[in-house]
């Protein structure tokens, strides 16, 4: 028998009258309705391939690949570039997939794309993500003592105003090292609250399972450290006060991190038979020894100033086109500083040095900007740290700030939604492509606009952005002139049976009422609750 208290717990009327469980079920239905079944890039791609070898005899990489993707390890077995963290996230989802693949149902279709395990894996692992995200990031904003309303909003902007809303369709590592950053600097804030170490040592692990991922996330280690240190001095401590409390932390995060880096380590040595070395070490003597004429400092040898103003100002890759919130935060902070209570100045020092620190570090990276991405996939995970307090801040402060940032605000708001919106509506590489005719600079969200505008009204060939010269690959030419959205797809591919197709619309359409259901199921629940 089930307790009565737990029955009433879960129960359907209950549930619905829980704004927590109602924005979990809004953030489910969103990564839902925007998958397109793929795993969006390459480099996802061949990650997923990574985590697939882990328990199958394929390699992964595999030979064909070489040497536009992959560089030699140990025994000169070709391996990939990347850390093994989103490889494990993916893995119970890619044995799911390859098991549901192989099912009788699927035989007529086996082998086409989307594959039907990269429609599971794309579809479990990012409605996953954006769960335990929209979670933890409510769970933070409360701590930061937003009331549930400022907090609701706060999470609806990051899921649908930035540009995590475009990596939960394109999944690249972004939003699960958001995911584990941010529940770091949660997990720790809630230890400076209440001394309670297991908390401090879930942040720690949280935070020490992005070098797994990435092994640049030391910054994001760095910056929780400064968050920690910054609301310690200015709530007052100092002295022996402080040094306890730092010690106390080192002590805990200290062993932690050396675990998980030592993790890294080993993966590391298992790839290449080093301790010492990253793959972009092996990665640059190989491509060294295959081009004599690249200079001695690739792969970073693209000029400072280059990469370092580059995800600032240049039209194709800006922060503040790619995510405009991140004009209203700093608008705030100017005009609303003094009213900062000290963690709320904490945090957002702490996430602009975090932003700062990646400019910098990746501005003399060949490619600073993420090559084949929607914006700089680099920095835009900080980028959404930044930005995740805007939207709160400005309901809070509504009165002081004035009627003018208040509506300059809004419009803000209601940009950076169409910017985000219009990012999934096709398959990321279509600009990319096009630049390559248009020539540089291009205004990639612009064009954007403009693609969904000449598609919509059937005018892409002629505004000459139907060209099959952009691509030879004819999967990419197909891929890029649909609409990226799975039922949208599978209808271009032309594939799967009609009834799937069919099918597939109705879920979809399905979903988005549902998502508009439970959007004004919230809206009517945050109303009975007290401002």
């Known amino acids: 028998m089930i307790p009565a208290t737990i029955r009433r717990l879960f129960s359907i009327p209950v549930l619905f009258n829980n704004p927590v469980f109602l924005l979990a079920l809004a953030s489910g239905l969103i990564a839902f309705a925007v998958q397109s079944g793929e795993v969006g890039t390459s480099d996802t791609t061949h990650r997923l391939q ?26 000169g077995k070709l391996q990939s570039w990347y850390g093994i963290g989103q490889s494990l996230l993916m893995l119970p989802a890619d044995i799911a997939g390859t098991y549901v693949g192989r099912l009788r149902i699927f035989a007529a279709y086996d082998g086409n794309d989307p594959t ?3 429609i599971l894996v794309s579809y479990s692992t990012n409605i996953l993500l954006a769960i335990l995200t929209s979670l933890v990031c409510f769970r933070f904003l409360r701590q930061l003592s937003f009331s549930i309303r400022q907090a609701v909003a706060g999470v609806l902007a ?54 797994l991922t990435r092994i640049t996330t030391a910054l994001d280690i760095l910056a929780a450290a400064l968050f920690v240190l910054l609301l310690l001095w200015f709530e007052g401590s100092r002295g022996r006060a402080l040094w306890q409390r730092c010690r106390i932390y080192l002590a805990t995060a200290l062993p932690v991190y050396a675990f998980f880096g030592f993790m890294d380590r080993l993966y590391q040595y298992h790839r290449f038979g080093s301790f010492f070395n990253t793959y972009l070490a092996v990665q640059a003597r190989e491509m060294k020894q295959r081009d004599p004429s ?44 003094r009213r900062f209570t000290p963690v709320v100045k904490a945090y957002q020092i702490a996430v602009f040095f975090l932003l700062l620190a990646y400019i910098s570090f990746y501005a003399r990276y060949t490619v600073w900007a993420g090559d084949f991405a929607w914006g700089d996939r680099y920095v835009s995970t900080a980028v ?29 708001i209601a940009i950076s939604t169409v910017i985000q919106i219009a990012s999934l509506a096709f398959w990321l590489p279509l600009e990319i492509y096009q630049m390559e005719t248009l020539g540089h600079p291009t205004f990639v969200v612009a064009l954007r606009m403009r693609n969904i505008a000449a598609f919509a009204l059937g005018k892409m060939d002629a505004w000459g952005l139907n060209n099959h010269a952009m691509t030879e690959d004819p999967w990419d030419y197909v891929h890029i002139t649909t609409w990226n959205f799975l039922p949208f797809l599978l209808k271009r591919v032309g594939v799967a049976s009609a009834w799937v197709v069919h099918l597939a619309f109705v879920v979809w359409s399905a979903a988005l009422l549902a998502l508009a259901g439970t959007f004004w199921r919230l809206k009517r629940v945050l109303k009975q609750i007290p401002s």
């Open 50 to 75: 990574s985590a697939h070898s882990f328990w199958t005899a394929e390699p992964p990489v595999f030979p064909n690949e070489y040497p536009e993707f992959g560089v030699h390890g140990r025994d």
């Open 116 to 118: 039907v395990r990269s």
């Open 158 to 211: 990051l899921m649908l105003a930035t540009t995590h809303l475009h990596y939960t369709q394109n999944m690249m590592e972004n939003n699960y090292i958001f995911l584990l950053t941010l529940t770091g600097f949660s997990c720790q804030y809630r230890w400076l609250r209440d001394g309670d170490r297991r908390s401090l040592l879930f942040g720690c692990g949280a935070l020490g399972l992005n070098l």
């Open 294 to 337: 690249l200079p001695a400092s690739y792969p970073f040898d693209t000029p400072f100033h280059t990469g370092f103003f580059g995800p600032l100002f240049a039209p194709e890759k800006s922060i503040f086109l790619f995510d405009p919130l991140l004009i209203l935060t700093l608008l705030l902070v100017i005009v609303a500083w």
């Open 384 to 412: 959404e740290l930044a930005v995740l307090l805007a939207v709160p801040l400005l309901l809070r402060h509504r009165i002081e700030v004035g009627r003018l940032v208040w509506s300059a605000g809004i419009a803000l």
